[in-house]
């Protein structure tokens, strides 16, 4: 079920419909971040479920050509069943790494897409408590993947520590798994909101610094 929730974070083309018991296609369905060999080239593959077992892989760019690919278990790893592509999904790792060939073509090597790519961007508001001074308007953090599932967080007012952050999935939102740094992040707003308690003695709430935001700095 992790899987299947984690994806719909993510935006990936599954669906885990009535119609069809999840298999191996769902399981490797999803977003993948990793290089071009030869050339070293990085780019992001989407891996979508076609039909039983079988998944249709495209790039977010050129140099990896479209394949359609049958599946099958060995273990705990999901590969090719025939054709000329190969495919290797270590389904389960932290992180799951795939590794897939089109035929001739080129050869990616990376890993699934995870919470902490999807919470990490730069972000702009206010400090609106704070137990041991002032709010203060203006304040931008950096949230950064470190890990699996897991983020730092910097800012540009010293008053608020570097924090690292665990993820977990809760209610359709990115929240802190555990420790005394309450993060918040919701997706449903446009831009994406967030709201952050370092060590719950500072707060700070803000939102996702769009690209037109960006460009204007």
Same mark, same amino acid.
Request: glycine content about 8%; cysteine-free; hydrophobic content about 40%.
């Given at each position: 079920?992790?899987?299947?929730?984690? $994806?719909?974070?993510?935006?990936? #083309?599954?669906?885990?419909?009535?119609?069809?018991?999840?298999?191996?296609?769902?399981?490797? *369905?999803?977003?993948?971040?990793?290089?071009?060999?030869?050339?070293?080239?990085?780019? /992001?593959?989407?891996?979508? !479920?076609?039909?039983?077992?079988?998944? /249709?892989?495209?790039?977010?760019?050129?140099?990896?050509?479209?394949? @359609? +690919?049958?599946?099958?278990?060995?273990?705990?790893?999901?590969?090719?069943?025939?054709? #000329?592509?190969?495919? !290797?999904?270590?389904?389960?790792?932290?992180?799951?790494?795939?590794? +897939?060939?089109?035929?001739?073509?080129?050869?990616?090597?990376?890993?699934? $897409?995870?919470? *902490?790519?999807?919470?990490?961007?730069?972000? @702009?508001?206010?400090?609106?408590?704070?137990?041991?001074?002032?709010?203060?308007?203006?304040?931008? $953090?950096?949230?950064? /993947?470190?890990? +699996?599932?897991?983020?730092?967080?910097?800012?540009?007012?010293?008053?608020?520590?570097?924090?690292?952050?665990?993820?977990?999935?809760?209610?359709? /939102?990115?929240?802190? !798994?555990?420790?005394?740094?309450?993060? +918040?992040?919701?997706?449903?707003?446009?831009?994406?909101?967030?709201?952050?308690?370092?060590?719950?003695?500072?707060?700070? *709430?803000?939102?996702?610094?769009?690209?037109?935001?960006?460009?204007?700095?």
């Amino acid at each position: 079920m992790r899987i299947a929730t984690l $994806l719909v974070v993510l935006a990936a #083309p599954l669906s885990l419909a009535a119609n069809h018991a999840p298999d191996l296609g769902d399981a490797a *369905a999803g977003h993948y971040v990793g290089q071009l060999s030869p050339g070293g080239a990085e780019i /992001r593959l989407t891996v979508s !479920r076609t039909a039983a077992n079988t998944v /249709r892989i495209v790039s977010d760019g050129p140099g990896f050509p479209a394949t @359609e +690919v049958p599946l099958k278990a060995n273990g705990k790893i999901i590969i090719q069943a025939s054709g #000329p592509a190969t495919f !290797r999904l270590q389904h389960g790792a932290r992180p799951e790494r795939l590794d +897939v060939k089109s035929g001739s073509g080129p050869a990616f090597s990376g890993r699934r $897409l995870d919470l *902490a790519d999807v919470a990490q961007g730069v972000y @702009e508001g206010d400090v609106i408590s704070d137990s041991k001074g002032s709010s203060k308007a203006d304040v931008k $953090l950096t949230v950064t /993947r470190i890990d +699996v599932d897991k983020v730092r967080i910097t800012s540009d007012y010293p008053r608020l520590p570097s924090i690292d952050v665990p993820l977990q999935l809760a209610m359709g /939102r990115i929240i802190s !798994r555990k420790g005394d740094s309450p993060f +918040v992040l919701d997706r449903s707003n446009d831009p994406p909101h967030l709201d952050v308690s370092f060590h719950n003695e500072v707060s700070w *709430a803000g939102a996702r610094r769009t690209t037109a935001a960006a460009s204007e700095h």
